[in-house]
Each structure stands twice: as C-alpha cells, then as structure tokens.
C-alpha cells in the first residue's frame, strides 16, 4: 500500500492541451490531482505544441458548434485568471465550390445555431481579400467568431494554473506500468503512485497504455509538416491588414482540407497547412522524410502559387506534429470497458485544440462520475466493431 502523501484522487497522462484542461478542471474541483508528462516541459513531441491553433464554431457537426459555446467561455475566463492573452479574433474563412457539400452543411450548422456568419460570393471575395486568387465558382463562407489560439502561452497558463490550485505537475516521468484496481497503480521511471481515477489523454502513446490494459483502439498516428510561407511583401497576409484564417474545402487538387493562419509567430512567414500526413510511430516522427512526406508539401506549393500569389511558393521553414486519428475523426471521450475508475481521451484526430476546455470538463467529470451536459453518445468506444465488453 502507498503512503497516504503518493495517493491522489486524480492522475492524468499526459500533458498536452487534453490533459492540461482535464487536470484543470479536476484541481478546481478540489480535487488532489498528479499530472504526468514523459518529457520535460515544453516539448515539441506531440500535438499540442507551437505558437498558433485555429478556433472556429464552423463544424459541420452541430454537437462541436454547440460545445465551442462553453469552449470560448473558458478560453476567456483562463485569460483573464492567467493575465495573459491567448486569442485573437480574426475571422474564419471558408473557401470552396458554391456546390461543395461540406461548405453547405456548415453554413446550415451556423445558422441552425445562430452563430453570425456571411455568405461571401466570388466578387465580394475579391474586393475584401484582393490577396488570395480564386478559381471561377470559388465562394467564401465566413465564420466572424473565428481566430488564432496561442497554444504555447495556454498550455503555459494552465500548468501554472494547476499548480496555484493545488495541484501537482510532474514532468520527465515516464509511465511503465498501470496496475488496474479500485484504487489505480501508476509506474512511473521515477516512482510508484495510487490514485482512485486515472485519466489518459497520451496523444499517439494511447495505445502502448491500454494494449496492458485489454484493449487496442483504432487510432492512426500521422506525422503532419507544419509549413511557413514567406510573404514578398512582408504583412501582407498578415493580422494587421486584417487577414483572416481560412480553410480550404474540396479543392480539386488536394484530396484534404487545406489551412492557414495570418503571419505573426514568425515575423513575414504565413502557415498553411495539409490537414492530412502519413503514418508514423511518435517514436519515428523525425525521422528521414517519406516520399509521401514530399507530396503532401507539392500540394501545399501548388496551393500556395495558385492561390495566395503574395507568398513565396516554397516553404522557408518546416516543422512536425503528431495527429492521433479515428476512422471517423471524432474524439474517444469515455471510460475504459472494464475498469471504470480509468477515463480515456483519445483520437483528436487534429482538430481537438480548440475543443480542449470542454473536453477536460467531460473527462473530469467521467473521472468523478459527475452527469455531464453534453451528448457523449458520438464519442463512445462502442461505435467501433469489437471494442466493447464482450472483446475483454
């Protein structure tokens, strides 16, 4: 039995966005809480690193519009409680085809939820945004509560904010073994811990957690070439001439969607970005680029060239990110089959940042055995073959 000070009522894996908030909402519970990171902090390893994330309501889905309600109401209040700005409104635009099925759903979405948005025809595109080059039939869909999300000043804000509330945040430590149990054993390199809940939100790690614990989900870890563009005119794509973020829906030549965020973290660089990339074990992620690797970049290039003409068409600096992806690129949120004090986060599938501080709300309040307010039914397990209880 562990000495009563290495028993905690909560222990996250993980300290990426989904745990940071998840360990948040916990210490704010009262709870004592125990994060754990494998690797020292900050890191570039896994998906919640970098300076900028897109935070837009324009889902398709109307359950991720209605939960971006209560996601911009804690973006503000960890504002205001670090201090520190972490958003900035600038638009979201979306660009395809009139015609283009998804652009219709999206719009139908916004409306149906009442979030202000603007039809934008391939004229009016061309007289608010000169600098980007559509082809005929191009429309624009703009979503006004959109913008950029500083990722690394809000994973800062909430590690500071864990520890105020009492709450422990432990990095370097890599998890080796969990021992299941009403009371959960946590192995660390460094040391042995107890909790009553245990909450995993280990990004691309997920699977090399539960395989030990019974149970394999089908999530495909890509490695994802984060890209910045060199404007010839420095600013011109940039927050200061109002530029908004954009995402590219079923464009001809990219079979993914296609986004970018106006230049500020790189002083004269724009990011645009493939949200797509190939498989790789996080473990791999740096390693020689595959063939596939450069594809993806011709895509972004020819993109670039056609599109955005004020930006260099080679990009000046390439960077890594993991995705960790469901066959359906929607989140796991649940508790695992068997053992219902260990909680599971898994499968953001590249578009979780945003959604992080409802997300941790949810995966407390699974941890606590709290109702929670939101419709978890699209985040189950057992939407996937062989995943439920009969497969333990």
Not at 382 to 388: K, M, T
Request: proline fraction near 6%; charge should be neutral; charged fraction near 20%.
């Amino acid at each position: 039995m562990a000495a009563q000070k290495d028993l905690c009522d909560a222990i996250v894996i993980g300290a990426g966005i989904q745990g940071c908030f998840t360990a948040y909402h916990l210490a704010k519970h009262g709870k004592r809480v125990l994060l754990l990171e494998q690797f020292f902090l900050p890191h570039t390893r896994g998906s919640s690193h970098g300076q900028s994330r897109i935070i837009r309501r324009a889902y398709p889905e109307d359950f991720y519009t209605q939960m971006m309600d209560e996601c911009y109401q804690i973006w503000a209040q960890l504002e205001q409680e670090s201090g520190t700005q972490l958003h900035r409104q600038t638009g979201l635009l979306l660009l395809g085809r009139k015609e283009n099925p998804e652009l219709k759903t999206i719009q139908a979405t916004l409306s149906r939820q009442g979030v202000e948005h603007q039809c934008l025809s391939s004229e009016e595109l061309k007289q608010r945004f000169p600098n980007i080059r559509l082809p005929r039939g191009e429309v624009g869909l703009l979503d006004k509560s959109g913008g950029v999300l500083y990722a690394d000043k809000a994973l800062r804000a909430l590690q500071d904010a864990i520890r105020q509330m009492g709450g422990i945040v432990h990095d370097g430590e890599k998890v080796v073994e969990i021992k299941p149990g009403p009371l959960v054993s946590v192995k660390t390199t460094s040391k042995s811990y107890q909790a009553k809940s245990l909450v995993i939100t280990a990004g691309p790690w997920t699977n090399q957690l539960l395989r030990p614990l019974g149970i394999e989900l089908p999530l495909q870890t890509l490695r994802i070439n984060v890209c910045y563009w060199r404007e010839k005119v420095p600013g011109s794509y940039g927050v200061s001439q109002a530029f908004p973020c954009f995402l590219g829906l079923g464009l001809s030549l990219a079979p993914h969607h296609i986004y970018g965020l106006p230049s500020r973290e790189y002083p004269g660089l724009m990011k645009v970005c493939y949200h797509h990339g190939n498989n790789a074990e996080p473990e791999e992620r740096d390693c020689p680029t595959a063939f596939s690797d450069i594809q993806d970049v011709q895509i972004l290039s020819r993109f670039v060239r056609d599109h955005l003409p004020d930006l260099h068409p080679e990009p000046a600096i390439m960077e890594h990110c993991m995705y960790t992806n469901t066959p359906d690129e929607h989140f796991i949120l649940d508790r695992h089959p068997k053992y219902d004090n260990i909680v599971i986060g898994a499968g953001f599938s590249g578009h979780g940042f945003k959604l992080s501080p409802v997300v941790g709300k949810i995966l407390c309040e699974l941890s606590m055995k709290l109702t929670t307010h939101y419709d978890l039914t699209p985040f189950q397990m057992s939407r996937f073959p062989g995943l439920g209880k009969a497969h333990l």
